[in-house]
């Protein structure tokens, strides 16, 4: 595609529920980053892909977040039993590494 | 743990006018800066790539000095117009991930 996609755009779950957030990063691309932006806060690393693995995982902020990647393309984040402080706006980026990060417009995820 | 910070954290110019930017970073052992703009609501565009070897890069109105000796970069817009109205996030890349600094939100006025 032309630029990374993600989506949904927009996700409210409640508090306690699982959700998925996808990216669909710009082809031919082989790195893939994940980031997260809370209100008032900076953007901070999560994760980052190589191909399909994940070489860097270590902003991943507990064990309910994980993220896989298949195919060297189509990335998902999880967060399991959500809570409140989950809520942000999740950036997705790619690159040919190591160059410009390219991202996408986010999924801002509210948690009730 | 690399520190980003970006000085002014808000600022008004009149249209017009030149504006600098400026990022400091704790770690000068970079591969790169970059420089974005976020409008509201939106994701981030990437403005200029500065590899760690250079010490500038031009585009168009815009111009970004990279000093990594003493961990400072800034970000130069000439004759600023209202759609240069963003928040501007410098990002320094090491070890395959960016470390972000929190901003410098623009206003120009018309």
């Known amino acids: 595609g032309a630029g990374v996609s993600q989506s949904p755009s927009n996700k409210v779950t409640e508090k306690g529920k699982d959700v998925e957030l996808r990216c669909d990063p710009i082809?031919?691309?082989?790195?893939l980053y994940w980031y997260r932006q809370s209100l008032g806060q900076g953007l901070e690393f999560l994760i980052y892909?190589?191909?399909?693995?994940?070489?860097?995982k270590s902003g991943l902020p507990s064990d309910r977040f994980s993220a896989e990647r298949t195919g060297g393309s189509v990335s998902t984040l999880t967060i399991q039993r959500t809570q409140q402080e989950d809520s942000a706006v999740y950036l997705c980026?790619?690159?040919?590494?190591?160059?410009?990060?390219?991202f996408g417009p986010g999924t801002r995820l509210t948690v009730l | 743990k690399q520190e980003v910070t970006q000085i002014p954290a808000a600022l008004s110019v009149p249209e017009g006018e030149n504006l600098v930017l400026n990022c400091s970073f704790t770690?000068?052992?970079?591969?790169?800066l970059q420089w974005f703009r976020q409008d509201p609501g939106k994701g981030l565009t990437s403005l200029l790539l500065?590899?760690?070897?250079?010490r500038e890069q031009t585009s168009g109105r815009l111009n970004a000095s990279l000093d990594k000796s003493s961990g400072r970069s800034t970000l130069y817009i000439a004759a600023s117009q209202p759609g240069d109205s963003a928040t501007y996030l410098c990002?320094?890349?090491?070890?395959?991930?960016?470390?972000f600094g929190k901003g410098n939100q623009v206003v120009v006025i018309p």
């Open positions: 082809s031919g691309h082989t790195a």
């Open positions: 500065i590899q760690s070897s250079q």
């Open positions: 770690d000068s052992a970079i591969y790169n």
């Open positions: 892909f190589q191909g399909n693995s994940a070489p860097d």
């Open positions: 980026a790619s690159s040919l590494v190591p160059d410009t990060q390219y």
């Open positions: 990002a320094v890349g090491e070890n395959n991930r960016l470390a």
